[in-house]
């Protein structure tokens, strides 16, 4: 079966930086969005950035835009998150999550709904 395990995670102060990884296996990544999620507890799963295959457009949640970067590297069947300047409230559980990509599946890539598949999650704590 598709698997996804992110990695990376941990205790940082105010201002570190951290790249979280989510490695793929069983499927051809190609054909699937990946987009990484985030959770608090008593919070709703929110989408944090992801990428479309269609039209290569990018989606980043406001709060992170000019701090975290997605990438992908398909050769080695993953796809990271580059989290600069984390600041305390970026403490969260981290998800990566895929979806297959195919004709007339049309919904944006930051909806958790839209996804099939998803890793157990890395903690990523933020100290002030």
Excluded at 10 to 37: E, T
Excluded at 72 to 83: C, F, H, I, P, V
Aim: net charge positive; hydrophobic share 30%; glycine share 10%.
């Amino acid at each position: 079966q598709v698997q996804l395990v992110e990695s990376g995670g941990g205790l940082v102060q105010s201002g570190s930086s951290l790249r979280l990884s989510c490695a793929a296996s069983r499927f051809n990544l190609d054909d699937y969005d990946i987009g990484w999620f985030r959770q608090t507890p008593g919070k709703k799963r929110e989408g944090v950035s992801c990428k479309h295959l269609s039209d290569g457009s990018i989606y980043y949640l406001e709060a992170v835009k000019g701090r975290f970067t997605i990438s992908r590297d398909n050769a080695k069947m993953t796809t990271y998150l580059q989290m600069n300047s984390l600041k305390p409230e970026d403490t969260a559980v981290y998800y990566c999550a895929a979806r297959r990509v195919f004709p007339g599946r049309v919904g944006a890539c930051y909806w958790v709904s839209e996804y099939d598949f998803w890793g157990q999650g890395t903690q990523v704590t933020v100290s002030s």
